[in-house]
């Protein structure tokens, strides 16, 4: 149950000073005190009233606002909790999207060494063909040479 005064429409804090009329209505002591300085009437009733008539009301405050409280605290600790379950899930939503582009990487860096070692396979293997090349070159030269001498030593001795 929430109490407010109809002077200035606010709730009672625990900590206020609230009086009561003795047509039993109830408002902050400073509002009423105003009010009956005005008018000598209830602000709920107008039944006359007097400010030496007002009796200082006494709550049970901690019995009264402690559950209202509490479930104030749990009402907002619900979208709080949900709100981090939400922030929880977006992380490891994001954990696992971190962990599977790592991979990725991974896996591209194996790709890469695979195909650096082939890279430098072909490369070994081109050089070892250049040399071949080149030794077929030589022996072709060779061959130009002594066949130009065997024509020449033939054309010589006829
Ligand atoms: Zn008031
Ligand atoms: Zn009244």
């Not at 006494?58 to 939400?86: C, G, I, K, W, Y």
């Amino acid at each position: 149950m929430e109490l407010s005064c109809s002077v200035c429409s606010e709730l009672y804090v625990p900590e206020a000073h609230v009086v009561s009329t003795p047509c039993g209505h109830m408002f902050h002591n400073d509002c009423i005190r105003q009010w009956l300085e005005r008018s000598k009437t209830c602000p709920d009733c107008r039944a006359s009233c007097i400010s030496t008539k007002l009796i200082k009301m006494h709550f049970n405050v901690t019995a009264h606002l402690a559950r209202p409280t509490s479930q104030r605290n749990n009402a907002d600790a619900v979208p709080m909790e949900s709100l981090m379950d939400n922030i929880t899930i977006k992380l490891s939503e994001l954990e696992d999207a971190l962990r599977r582009i790592e991979q990725k990487t991974e896996q591209s860096n194996d790709k890469q060494d695979v195909l650096s070692v082939t890279v430098h396979g072909l490369v070994d293997e081109i050089r070892m063909q250049n040399t071949v090349i080149n030794d077929l070159e030589n022996k072709m030269d060779l061959c130009t040479v002594g066949l130009g001498d065997f024509l020449t030593n033939i054309l010589d001795s006829s």
